[in-house]
């Protein structure tokens, strides 16, 4: 990996740092935070390589103490906590939406981002996300889908567009992401 | 190939420098996609002290950058001491240095100390040479103090001293300042040119402060991605004014 | 903002290596989950609070502070518990989780992050094999750290150049005028910083996997 590579990763690892800093709302087990908006823009941005690496740096930051969750929390507690499967699938939820926008590129629009933004950034964080939290938590199918992803959904969905919005002017201005072709060839 | 000398170093295939060389541009140009922004660059640079001055756009960041690899020219090559900046970068980037104008992108580590000893770390110095080296720079350029102060919290004109004891540090044979005053308020800009003035290295320099190349052994204009003047500083100062008046 | 949580002591805590406060950390929460009671619970977090509070000297403030952070999940738990199984249920799930994010401040507040960058890349060691390189790691982890105050003290910068000229965006135009400026400028910094890494020799280290090479590039 270049160094210019690992320096977009770690910026990316930074930037979910910072959106945890913006207040969270609580509505239950699992807070509804901005950091999700971090893990969407490391996809759309970076692309499927680096941007699964940014979210894995971030979530190694958080494993070695460092306060940076949304709330404050760090350490190792939150992997085994009630919401740690929505911490687990974030690094894929980047890659899945990486791998959308790289397919899409050369026709990337907001409404295309937003739809990769979806399916990776909602749908696969509650695949993994809502039997985690069943399981730890202890709770029953129905309650783990409405405490967690049914009250989520308006949320997400502002924020899939907004990092839509954001990685079509960011592709227009400073692309990150090469075409295609060259991007299998990367070290 | 093009420029090959007989018994010329690079053509051995070993990272053996031939410090008596210099900097060699041959031919370069360069293009970031469709855009041109240096071509036809015919050079060979040996005086200790250098200057490169230009309008803004006007490639001569990009100039600078070419001297130690940090962009492959895509047509023609650079030689530093005969060795290829395209090939043998990483031979090429331990003979020459680069300071950049914001320190801000340079200072990495969280303490004085440790972003001095990255560069050493990288050569593979053993941890209590480096630990020796980094205290003596530290010393020499007023940065004793500030050992184990973190590093983002220094003044703007002290991490700029920071930022160069981090690559004197590695004791490179040339050194390319790009812009090195720019952010830096008259007192920090005289203590850096100061600086600048006593290094025992060749020195290339790329500023839009033209008091910095007094004493200067040797002046380029660039404009437009060309070299358009190539003289003593008093007269490739005086072509710059014109240049720019004519605008 | 401050990002270490770390506090200077000069405790036997404190010394021990990084590399064992870990692991321990981690074994505590196997045991949490192997042994599901209450009392296996409650005495966990009274053993978490003399290492915290007797052995290491910390001041009760860190942990209240990490036990604040958590406050509305432990409510949560316990309220949606009674709700659907029991109150002794829910008590069991939340102490477990207090004691689990209090020995994590605990290993935190007695580990310099440096220690745990040093873990971090020794743990990665076998990770050779597939091409990482534990340094290369060690050096993003460092970046991100960097990054952080960085990104926050330009989002600042931007936000005051606009209100200088009268604006304050909201919404879908703040996306555009605001966020997305900002994300370009922090790439081209992220870019300068690479820049100036590989000036000083960042990639000067070889690969682990030598590639076969037409260059005549020695290491």
């Known amino acids: ?187 | 190939m093009r420029f090959r000398r007989p018994g010329a170093v690079a053509a051995t295939g070993t990272d053996v420098a031939d410090p008596g060389r210099g900097v060699e541009l041959h031919a370069v140009g360069h293009r970031y996609g469709d855009r041109v922004v240096l071509e036809g660059i015919d050079l060979t640079l040996t005086e200790r002290r250098v200057g490169v001055i230009g309008a803004n756009g006007s490639g001569k960041s990009t100039f600078a950058r070419l001297l130690n690899g940090l962009v492959v020219p895509s047509e023609g090559r650079v030689l530093v001491d005969g060795l290829d900046t395209a090939t043998q970068v990483r031979a090429v980037r331990r003979r020459v240095g680069f300071v950049f104008q914001d320190p801000d992108a340079q200072i990495v580590h969280p303490t004085v100390a440790e972003d001095v000893a990255y560069g050493l770390e990288n050569q593979g110095v053993p941890a209590q040479e480096r630990a020796v080296r980094v205290a003596e720079v530290l010393a020499r350029y007023g940065l004793a103090g500030h050992a184990d102060h973190p590093a983002h919290l220094l003044s703007g004109g002290q991490k700029q001293l920071l930022a160069i004891a981090g690559v004197l540090v590695m004791q490179p044979a040339r050194i390319v300042f790009d812009e090195p005053t720019t952010l830096l308020d008259l007192v920090n800009a005289r203590r850096v040119a100061e600086l600048i003035a006593g290094l025992d290295q060749q020195v290339v320099v790329v500023t839009h402060q033209l008091d910095l190349l007094d004493g200067f052994d040797r002046v380029l204009v660039v404009d437009g991605g060309r070299v358009v003047c190539d003289d003593a500083p008093a007269a490739a100062v005086a072509a710059y004014r014109t240049l720019m008046a004519d605008r | ?219």
């Not at chain 1, 270049?2 to 990763?9: E, G, M, Q, S, V």
């Not at chain 1, 029953?140 to 405490?147: E, M, N, R, Y």
């Not at chain 3, 010394?15 to 505590?28: D, E, F, N, Q």
Request: aromatic share 6%; with cysteine; glycine share 8%.
């Open chain 1, 1 to 187: 990996m270049k160094t210019r590579d690992l320096a977009y990763t770690a910026l990316f690892a930074a930037i979910i740092a910072v959106l945890g800093t913006l207040p969270a709302i609580n509505v239950g087990p699992v807070p509804i935070t901005a950091q999700t908006l971090g893990v969407m823009l490391a996809g759309s941005v970076l692309g499927a390589r680096r941007g699964f690496l940014a979210v894995l740096l971030f979530l190694v930051l958080v494993a070695i103490g460092l306060p940076l969750l949304a709330s404050g929390a760090g350490g190792l507690a939150p992997f085994a906590g009630a919401s740690a499967g929505y911490l687990y699938s974030w690094p894929v939820a980047a890659a899945v939406i990486g791998w959308l926008t790289e397919r899409t590129w050369d026709r990337y629009n907001v409404a295309i981002g937003m739809l990769a933004n979806v399916l990776g950034g909602i749908v696969v964080v509650y695949a993994v996300g809502v039997p985690v939290l069943k399981v730890v938590a202890g709770l029953p199918w129905d309650t783990a889908f409405w405490s967690g992803a049914a009250v989520f959904v308006p949320g997400d969905l502002v924020k899939a567009f907004a990092a839509a919005a954001i990685a079509d002017v960011v592709r227009r201005s400073y692309p990150v992401i090469e075409r295609p072709r060259r991007a299998a060839g990367a070290r």
């Open chain 3, 1 to 219: 903002m401050t990002l270490a949580l770390y506090v200077p002591r000069g405790s036997a805590v404190h010394r021990l290596p990084a590399g064992s406060k870990l692991l321990a950390l981690a074994a505590l929460a196997v045991m949490l989950f192997a042994l599901p009671t209450l009392p296996a619970a409650g005495a966990a977090l009274a053993g978490v609070l003399a290492v915290g509070l007797l052995a290491a000297r910390l001041p009760v403030a860190v942990l209240v502070r990490q036990a604040r952070a958590v406050r509305w999940w432990l409510l949560a738990l316990l309220v949606v518990h009674a709700l659907t199984t029991d109150w002794r249920t829910g008590a069991h799930v939340a102490l477990r989780l207090l004691t689990l994010v209090l020995a994590a401040a605990v290993v935190t507040a007695t580990t310099r992050v440096n220690a745990m960058v040093a873990v971090v890349e020794r743990l990665c060691a076998p990770l050779r094999l597939v091409g990482v390189r534990p340094a290369r790691v060690g050096l993003a982890i460092t970046m991100a750290l960097r990054f952080i105050p960085v990104l926050v003290e330009r989002a600042d910068r931007i936000r005051e150049a606009q209100a200088a000229r009268g604006g304050s965006p909201r919404g879908v135009r703040a996306l555009r005028t605001t966020i997305a400026p900002l994300l370009v400028q922090v790439l081209q910094m992220a870019h300068d910083v690479s820049e100036a890494l590989d000036a000083r020799g960042a990639d000067d280290v070889p690969p682990p996997r030598r590639r076969r090479s037409p260059t005549p590039e020695a290491s």
